[in-house]
């Protein structure tokens, strides 16, 4: 629904900013990483990812593209929350987390407060091979956001049908193991045969 944000940064915390976007004031909540990298910015962009659940509509915001596709990646993992992925996102850099996916390295994620053993290798199992396409740079494949915004496309679908979250999950994650380039519809039509 949002792609980004751009106005004056009228309060920058390191959990949460306030932008000024022609009169309209957004609460925007922020990891560590973008708040390090906006805190001395009066004003700029911000890029965003709008947020419902059944309490409340947040919107997450990130100064690099990378770190929204990241964050993206860490929600579409089941039992990975928004707030958790805004943990791991304070907690280190977008690369680090993404070696430490790809290399498999539990322990330097089950360090991060509110991630457990179990948190750590279900998030290693689901994301590896996505992230793996990932290099160590700041430049990050664009197949992969549209693999996560798939992912997420057909997710959303399952739900409003009235499908369990973490059922559906695994089976647009089956689908995708076994082909990569399917597009949404097929993606949707094939998991409702798996469900």
Do not use: W
């Amino acid at each position: 629904m949002y792609e980004y944000l751009r106005g004056n940064f009228k309060k920058v915390t390191p959990t949460y900013m306030v932008i000024d976007c022609a009169g309209v004031g957004y609460y925007v909540n922020i990891s560590l990483t973008t708040y390090e990298a906006l805190k001395e910015q009066k004003e700029g962009s911000v890029f965003i990812h709008f947020s419902i659940s059944e309490n409340a509509q947040t919107l997450y915001g990130f100064a690099k593209e990378e770190e929204r596709i990241l964050f993206r990646a860490l929600i579409s993992v089941s039992g990975v929350g928004p707030a958790t992925a805004r943990m791991i996102l304070s907690s280190q850099s977008t690369n680090e987390t993404i070696n430490a996916i790809v290399r498999g390295n539990i322990s330097l994620l089950n360090s991060i407060k509110g991630i457990g053993p179990k948190t750590a290798q279900r998030i290693i199992v689901e994301l590896q091979d996505k992230l793996g396409k990932m290099s160590s740079t700041d430049t990050i494949n664009t197949s992969i956001d549209a693999n996560i915004s798939l992912n997420q496309e057909a997710l959303l679908a399952l739900e409003s049908l009235g499908f369990n979250k973490n059922v559906a999950s695994k089976a647009i994650g089956k689908v995708l193991q076994e082909s990569p380039e399917i597009s949404v519809e097929n993606l949707i039509k094939r998991a409702l045969r798996i469900l």
